[in-house]
Structures are given as structure tokens and as C-alpha cells.
């Protein structure tokens, strides 16, 4: 793809948006992310498309502000023909934005739209929305997304997947989570981690638990990008 190399060589471009903690995907990240996003495509298709075509099924991607995990959503989006929601909310466990207590100084829509030419980007940040996510708490931004009945992307950080699983362990670049949403005790419940080429990392799985039955919502994919 053009937009590839042009990242890949374009040392300029990447200079022009680079600021303190919010610089671009590196050009190893921009090959993880093309990866993962291929591998995002299979899953969803073989889970998903078997009863439902793949145009038909309710997908939404969802990504954090900073620039690397909005490239990172951009190759899913083009994978899968589907506009993008910018969240701030998203990129509230990112320590270089929690460190700053809401000073934390994002790209501009039009900056990053500029950056994933072919994407259509949509803000998540206004109330008005009929896809707001909140931008104060990151366990309200995941909570509002994840207990929607529909096929959420969610592209975010590895501090993410940590936190929601409850443990501290090392991740590899562009790893992919897989997640529940249980009404019954409104938890976000992890069924397993692969990396960007879809191998098992860790496998959470149980047997559904007859008390939920008729109580799960929609599964979210979690993509961490910190490449």
C-alpha cells in the first residue's frame, strides 16, 4: 500500500506530527499492525460469517487518540470497509496521557485524518453522538462500549488488557483480546489473548455459566498497540 511506504520513508512527515509523547506508528509497528489487522479480518470471519455475511454483521472500531493506535485502527478499517471512532477516553490508561491529568495536548481530527488518508474518522467525544463514550474514566469508556450488543474493535493499550484481565504480564506488540460482556454482574470477562498472527497467548475460556445465560452482550476485540 502507498500509505505503507510512505510512512515507512516519509521521515518528514513523521518529524511534522511527532510531539512529547504522541509520535507515530514506528515503521516495525506499521508491518505488526498490517498483521494484526489481517488477523482481526480472519477471526471475525470465521467466528462471525458462517450464519451472518460479513457486511451484515454490526461492526464497530473504536480506537484511542493517540496517533499510533489510530494508524494502528486505520489498516483494520481498511481491511474491513468501516469508519473509525476517535475516543479520548480510550487513551486514559496510556501513562503519558494519565500523568497529565486532562493536559495532555492530542492531534486534531483533521491531523489525523491527514495521517490515515481513506478513513473516515468520527469523533466518539460529543455528547451528541449516538456513539459517545465517556472521555473521564477509561473503565466508563470500555464499560459503554463493551456492554453494546454488536462486534466492537477496540484499539487501545496494553495497559488496557492488564488491567482488565488483573494481571501484570508481558504482552507482545499488536496483541488481539477477546472479551465479554456479562450483564449479570456488568464485568468485562477475558475468553483469550492471541498475538498479531493469531497464536494463543493465554486462554480464559470456561464453559458458559448456566446464571448467565441470556445475560452476555457483545464480544469486543482489544487491540494494543505501543509500537
Known amino acids: 500500500q502507498e500509505w505503507l511506504e510512505s510512512l515507512k520513508n516519509n521521515t518528514s512527515l513523521r518529524d511534522r ?14 508491518n505488526m499492525a498490517a498483521d494484526a489487522a489481517r488477523t482481526v479480518r ?28 489510530v494508524q494502528t485502527a486505520h489498516q483494520i478499517a481498511q481491511e474491513l470497509n468501516l469508519p473509525i471512532q476517535i475516543c479520548s477516553g480510550l487513551s486514559l490508561t496510556a501513562v503519558a496521557v494519565s500523568r497529565r491529568k486532562g493536559t495532555f495536548e492530542f492531534q486534531t481530527m483533521e491531523e489525523l485524518a ?9 469523533s466518539g467525544d460529543h455528547r451528541d453522538s449516538p456513539h459517545y463514550v465517556s472521555r473521564s474514566d477509561w473503565k466508563r469508556a470500555i464499560h459503554s462500549i463493551a456492554s453494546r450488543d454488536e462486534i466492537n474493535i477496540i484499539v487501545a493499550h496494553r495497559e488496557t488488557i492488564r488491567n482488565l484481565i ?27 489473548i492471541l498475538d498479531k498472527d493469531g497464536r494463543m497467548i493465554e486462554d480464559y475460556s470456561q464453559p458458559t455459566d448456566s446464571t448467565t445465560v441470556g445475560a ?12
Open 17 to 30: 506530527f511527532s510531539i512529547e509523547n504522541d509520535t507515530p506508528i514506528t515503521a516495525e509497528g506499521v
Open 42 to 69: 480472519d477471526l471475525i470471519t470465521s467466528k462471525y460469517s458462517n450464519t451472518t455475511p460479513l457486511m451484515a454483521l454490526r461492526i464497530r472500531i473504536y480506537s484511542s487518540r493517540l496517533m499510533r493506535c
Open 114 to 122: 491527514e495521517l490515515c488518508p481513506g478513513s473516515n474518522l468520527v
Open 166 to 192: 488483573g494481571e501484570r504480564f508481558r504482552l507482545p506488540y499488536c496483541a488481539i483480546g477477546l472479551f465479554r460482556y456479562n450483564f449479570h454482574d456488568t464485568s468485562v470477562v477475558p475468553l483469550y
Open 216 to 227: 452476555v452482550g457483545g464480544e469486543s476485540l482489544f487491540i494494543e498497540d505501543d509500537s
